[in-house]
């Protein structure tokens, strides 16, 4: 009888339409993603997905109306490595709680960094970088969107690892601080791949190293930062569907199977790696532990950098 009801409960999910909250402003490559997998769903679900963009606080606002939202699938969250892993060190006080306020529901992309540097820096490689950085202790300056997010953590990662000395310049974006890179204000930035790579290719700044465990696909040339010297070194932005803690196993399976269906499916993937991110699609356990190894990593890092967002 029991799994009669399931049964009805999933068959009559959805029956209405969808919100769906991106923690960040319009027009990113997450909100763009999320608006893409919103129409194919639909597609699928005959009933409309609405995104809706609350951005503020680092994704924090979103994600909290997320939170106390009704668990019931109709109110659903792009997180990030931000909402999910970062924040929860990186700011004194959160308006939810990044584990028990939800339930991961699939891995959607992940987007790698690149280490880029101006062309005046004397360092074709990692190694060759490190040794020029501790001949020039305190003269390097890196740069990054803001403070806490994924280029700034690498930066600090890259520091403790190397035993090197840069100093930290938080932009308001990544695109103004790529400026000040090909103009020489400051020598380096972990950059998401994808928009650092027309700089690179026009000669503008030269890519050493991706910051991901492994090699990627949109520029397989590129070695890691981890085979390059520092072992260990992993540095990714990524981002996936979460709902409410306490909605139903059944809704959270069928998000699960409609969402990976269309990350699968090829003009989806195409369009994710045009905008630097490679589809994962991961089970909800496989998410869930993801996200408890990210948080411990950032919350070391964190804590050794003192980087604070209030």
Do not use: C
């Not at 606080?57 to 009704?70: E, H, L, M, Q, T």
């Not at 979460?242 to 699968?264: I, K, M, Q, S």
């Amino acid at each position: 009888m029991l799994f009669a009801v399931g049964a009805a409960n999933a068959q009559a999910y959805p029956s209405k339409p969808i919100r769906f909250v991106v923690p960040y402003p319009a027009g990113g490559p997450l909100d763009t993603v999320a608006r893409l997998l919103a129409q194919k769903v639909s597609e699928s679900v005959k009933e409309p997905i609405v995104v809706d963009n609350k951005p503020g606080a680092g994704g924090n606002i979103g994600a909290d109306a997320v939170a106390k939202s009704p668990a019931d699938g109709y109110t659903i969250l792009m997180g990030a490595v931000a909402t999910h892993a970062i924040n929860p060190t990186l700011y004194s006080s959160m308006p939810y709680d990044a584990v028990r306020d939800f339930i991961p529901v699939t891995q959607i992309a992940s987007t790698p960094n690149v280490l880029v540097v101006n062309p005046s820096v004397p360092a074709g490689n990692v190694r060759e970088f490190i040794a020029y950085a501790k001949a020039n202790p305190g003269k390097l300056n890196f740069g990054s969107g803001s403070t806490g997010s994924a280029g700034h953590l690498a930066g600090e990662l890259f520091k403790t690892l190397a035993g090197i000395e840069m100093t930290h310049v938080p932009y308001k974006g990544a695109a103004p601080a790529m400026n000040d890179l090909i103009g020489g204000q400051i020598q380096l930035m972990f950059d998401n791949l994808a928009s650092a790579l027309g700089q690179v290719r026009a000669g503008r700044v030269r890519a050493l190293a991706v910051t991901t465990a492994a090699r990627t696909s949109l520029a397989p040339e590129l070695p890691t930062i981890a085979e390059s010297g520092l072992p260990g070194f992993d540095i990714n932005t990524w981002f996936g569907l979460f709902v409410p803690a306490n909605t139903p196993r059944e809704v959270v399976d069928r998000l699960h199977a409609e969402f990976t269906r269309a990350l699968a499916m090829p003009q989806v993937k195409e369009r994710l790696l045009a905008l630097g991110a490679e589809p994962v699609g991961s089970q909800p356990a496989e998410f869930a532990a993801y996200i408890r190894t990210e948080a411990e990593k950032y919350a070391r890092v964190i804590k050794a950098s003192g980087a604070r967002a209030d």
